[in-house]
Nanobody, 124 residues
Framework: QVQLVESGGGLVQAGGSLKLSCVAS????????MAWFRQAPGKEREFEAT????????NYADSVKGRFTISRDNAKNTVDLQMNSLKPEDTAVYYC?????????????????WGQGTQVTVSS
């Protein structure tokens, strides 16, 4: 079992920045791939960014490419999502996810573990 706890959400004005963090426990952190998803009201949960076990490979949704950066610290068991140039449409609950198998899928079902989510609200 992997436990994930997100933090760092909040209210920010459009154009501002936020940094989300996720702390993992229960497994050797360097053995699991990590991802951030988000879910806006009335919408399905969608992929935002993934990062490989070593941190050398990252992928981003087109909607956040160039604005968001995913990173991990395997010594601290953390994965972060730096979000810049935020837009009102970025408003959502953001979830950290972990996966034990190889690959960095962009759909939700292959991800094994999920955090409880953290709310991000961007005002116009």
């Amino acid at each position: 079992q992997v436990q994930l706890v997100e933090s760092g959400g909040g209210l920010v004005q459009a154009g501002g920045s936020l940094k989300l963090s996720c702390v993992a426990s229960g497994r050797t952190f360097s053995s699991i791939a990590m991802a951030w998803f988000r879910q806006a009201p009335g919408k399905e949960r969608e992929f935002e960014a993934t990062i490989s076990r070593s941190g050398t490979t990252t992928n981003y949704a087109d909607s956040v490419k160039g604005r968001f950066t995913i990173s991990r610290d395997n010594a601290k068991n953390t994965v972060d999502l730096q979000m810049n140039s935020l837009k009102p449409e970025d408003t959502a609950v953001y979830y950290c996810a972990a996966r034990e198998n190889f690959g960095l899928p962009t759909s939700t079902s292959p991800w094994d573990y999920w955090g409880q989510g953290t709310q991000v609200t961007v005002s116009s």
